[in-house]
């Protein structure tokens, strides 16, 4: 029988608190959520397992925080602040009155307050949400953001359950990536109102989220409901309508669905990500809403978490494709099961663009673009990019061929997960199962170049084979437009694009931000003949106005500014800067643009749009 070894002395480069001499078992949070001064008045209580004798210390990842007080077992406990870290924060030095053993329990109770700083929140003022009424409060803890939020083990290696009350203004709703366990009038104060939440099921820091503001829901089917301000929430309920059935397909491929309620909450523009899987609520861009079928992407790939992510977990963010390989695996999985096998292996083809350009981006000798990357003394939102989901997914589906095709190889993904669940793993163990698993084709294994694949940056050493039969016509019209002389231009019609479904005009499109920027005289009769400005999906939109500017086109610079501003999901937005930026022309612009709106922005694409455009400070 495989053993599976549950606490391997771990050490993470993302945390400061101390791993090996305790685990947080469980969070009991009190938050009082203050809008005038944009912070989170808090008590948090954690439930410490003891791992070690004579324990009588403990450090938590904080950052940013102001601590009052700090309790252990209901006695008076020490504490001190070390030096900040220019990203890690500072470490929370805890020393209790009384000496513990292994296998005891503390519960260590903390007092203190958010900045308004914290880059786990964004602020929202009245203008800036579609009801231009109220204020609107949201999270983002991935990766390393929790600790602006909440004193605690901040790292996914330390799993553990949490009990919430949150006091909001009485008009406005809380939701957690928790079960709604009620609400009641706040004794303390008669406008405002106590929300409260249970997450019965052990989960890392990352996944714990808070979001407040005006918001309604509508039922989308039996463990579902669909949360955004009244503005989008039907049209919301109608673009989710799906979700129950790709719920039962996860279940089907990957075990019973654990969380009980499975909801969406569609934020504001400045949400940074296309969608974000906390527990029974995943947070997803507006950029999906009127998106055809990238929609049907996001949450099949956020469903999909709910087991690889959520149930089993990357024990430190070096490991992070274990997340989100598996992840894309089964979201392509979902796709092949609703839609075709086809549908999975175009899927495929247009992962593998979007890996190279990510390599391409970062420099294909960059060590971030190993699969399994050192992030000492690195900051993982610098790090992250579409390298552990596109280089893992790849490694996943060549591993697929290799040992017989996609039910034998989901096989493997289904018993990996109900071995690892309620766990956190490391890619050493996820390869001696793997090896376990497939005993009898240990030979074919070995012969995998595992060091190239895991621990050598660049593209992967061996391209995958995909059927092309959904991308031909993709290259077919990219190309003939690429070498189309100026006297051919004549020949486009809207039928070209007409024969497209929405996956393949946005494949055309990638094909041809690829090449080499195409003539002026094009893209403009690309947009005559197409039509191009006046479509809706964001994933199009987002490409075709990168290729006017690159193309030179001047007309298309307010629109990619308009676009990068207008909505803050940093898959659209850091590329339009960029576009615009390396326009030498307009490169004042984008600096000057992105200067006006810096305040709308997520305080983590503000930071990143900095370097990205070279600004000072």
């Known amino acids: 029988m495989f053993s599976v070894s549950t606490m391997t002395p771990v050490s993470d480069p993302s945390s400061f608190s101390s791993l090996s001499k305790c685990a947080t078992k469980h969070l009991n949070l009190i938050y009082h959520v203050d809008f005038d001064r944009h912070v989170l008045k808090g008590k948090v209580a ?27 077992n209901g006695q008076a406990a020490q504490f001190a602040l070390g030096t900040k870290h220019k990203f890690k924060g500072s470490p929370l030095e805890i020393t209790l009155p009384f000496e513990l053993s292994r296998g005891q329990h503390v519960i260590v109770e903390i007092e203190y307050e958010t900045s308004p700083s914290a880059t786990a929140l964004q602020w929202l003022t009245p203008k800036q949400t579609a009801g231009k009424k109220h ?10 953001h929790c600790r602006t939020m909440v ?161 089993v977990t990357n024990r430190t963010w070096e ?42 981006q970062f420099g294909a000798n960059n060590v971030l673009t190993n699969l399994v990357p050192n992030l000492h003394e690195v900051d993982t939102d610098e790090a992250f990019s579409l390298v552990p989901y596109e280089k893992g997914f ?53 012969k995998v170049d595992w060091n190239g694949w895991m621990h050598t940056p660049g593209m992967p050493p061996v391209k995958p084979q995909y059927d092309t039969t959904m991308a031909d016509a993709c290259t077919a019209l990219c190309q003939r437009w690429v070498k189309a002389k100026e006297e051919y231009l004549a020949s486009f019609t809207e039928a070209d694009v007409k024969k497209l479904n929405s996956p393949q005009l946005i ?64 898959k659209f937005t850091r590329p339009l800067f960029k576009e615009v930026y390396n326009f030498s022309k307009y490169s004042d612009e984008a600096v000057k643009t992105f200067k006006e709106h810096r305040g709308a922005l997520h305080p983590v694409t503000a930071m990143l749009v900095v370097k990205d455009l070279k600004i000072d400070g």
């Not at 964001?538 to 500014?561: D, Y």
């Open 46 to 72: 954690l439930t410490v397992e003891v791992l070690e004798d004579k324990f009588s210390s403990l450090t938590l990842d904080s950052k940013d925080l102001k601590i009052f007080k700090v309790s252990a």
């Open 135 to 144: 204020p609107y409060l949201f999270s983002q803890c991935q990766a390393t």
């Open 151 to 311: 004193p605690c083990q901040d790292t996914p290696s330390v799993k553990h359950t949490y009990y919430a009350q949150v006091s909001v203004p009485r008009e406005l709703v809380a939701l957690m990536s928790a079960l709604r366990d009620g609400q009641e009038p706040d004794p303390s104060d008669s406008s405002r109102v106590i929300y409260r939440f249970r997450q019965p099921v052990s989960m890392p820091s990352y996944l714990i989220a808070i979001v407040v503001g005006a918001l309604e829901s509508r039922e989308i089917g039996p463990r579902s409901r669909v949360w955004s301000e009244k503005e989008c929430v039907d049209e919301a309920a109608f673009e989710f309508s799906e979700t129950e059935t790709m719920l039962k397909t996860a279940e089907s491929l990957a075990g019973p669905y654990v969380w009980g309620q499975y909801d969406v909450l569609v934020l504001p523009p400045s949400f940074p990500y296309g969608g974000m899987e906390n527990p029974c609520l995943t947070f997803v861009t507006p950029t999906v809403l009127a998106g055809d079928r990238s929609l049907a992407g996001v949450i099949a790939h956020e469903i999909s978490h709910s087991w690889t992510g959520n149930l």
């Open 319 to 360: 490991h992070f494709w274990l997340n989100e390989g598996h992840t894309v695996y089964i979201e392509r999985m979902i796709a092949r099961c609703m839609e075709s096998e086809q549908l999975r292996q175009f899927k495929g083809i247009g992962g593998w663009k979007e890996l190279q350009e990510s390599v391409k």
């Open 394 to 446: 790849a490694l996943l589906y060549h591993l697929e061929e290799l040992m017989g095709g996609p039910e034998v190889f989901m096989g493997f993904v289904k018993s990996y997960i109900q071995l690892f669940a309620y766990g956190s793993v490391t890619t050493e163990e996820w390869k001696n199962y793997l090896f376990t698993y497939f005993k009898d084709k240990v030979d074919i294994l070995n």
């Open 507 to 570: 494949e055309f499109m990638a094909l041809l931000l690829q090449e080499e920027p195409l003539p002026l005289s094009h893209v403009k009769k690309m947009q005559e003949v197409y039509q191009l400005n006046s479509v809706k999906n964001a994933e199009v939109r987002f490409r075709w106005l990168r290729i006017c500017v690159k193309a030179h086109w001047e007309e298309a610079v307010p629109l990619a500014l308009k676009m990068a501003t207008e909505q803050g999901r940093m």
